[in-house]
């Protein structure tokens, strides 16, 4: 049994699909990111770092795991699927993960923060990061064009890629003329483990779509946790 810690963000989706895919029994507990609940003295016995999302394995004396991309190491590793065996091919899974962990998100995650968040309006630095984003997502739409996956077959390097990109447009970045990164994340998002995944826990805005009212609320609250440290500056 698994005991899931998260939020509905990029990064405690991805291991809520994970867990989905692999088929995993899990109890999921919602952290309310916006009271502070993961800098609590509980929650930072799991989670030093004070972010979400973490998992504790209560088959293997509560062993805790935080760090998104380790839970899904982990969990790939119990459940023997999503990565690999063999050296070469897991390397290939982990050289994409890294890549999403050392990439995708932190520049997703500051271009959100510059473009929604932050309250002045910094051109060059909203220039900046969807600048990086586009140039990160081509390196993707060139691998896709390709591979049908990033690594082979579907894999963790997938599932946090994907959570990601999905959210290109809260990030203020299209990618209409990237075909085949198109292509890969529809394919992905038919996936039903998927579809449920992103429902535990749901966001309370459609992160895939442009701006309205409801987005504007949301940004306003997650400016809020930014300004007093409450965010990851990536996960809201």
Known sequence: MIDLYTAATPNGHK???ALEELGTNYTLHEIDLATGTQKQDWFLQLCPNGRIP???DRAADDFAVFESGAILIYLAEQAGALLPAGAKARSVVL???MFQMGGIGPMMGQANVFFRYFPEKIQPAIDRYQGECRRLFRVLDRHLADHEYLAGDYSIADIANWAWVRTHRWSGVEIE???HLRRWRDAIRARPAVQ????RPASKIDLTQDEDEQARVFAARARV???TGQSDKSGV
């Open 15 to 17: 291991v809520s699909i």
């Open 95 to 97: 050289q994409w993960l």
């Open 177 to 179: 003329d990237m075909a």
């Open 225 to 227: 946790m930014v300004e």
């Open 196 to 199: 449920r995944g992103i429902l």
């Open 54 to 56: 973490v998992i504790v």
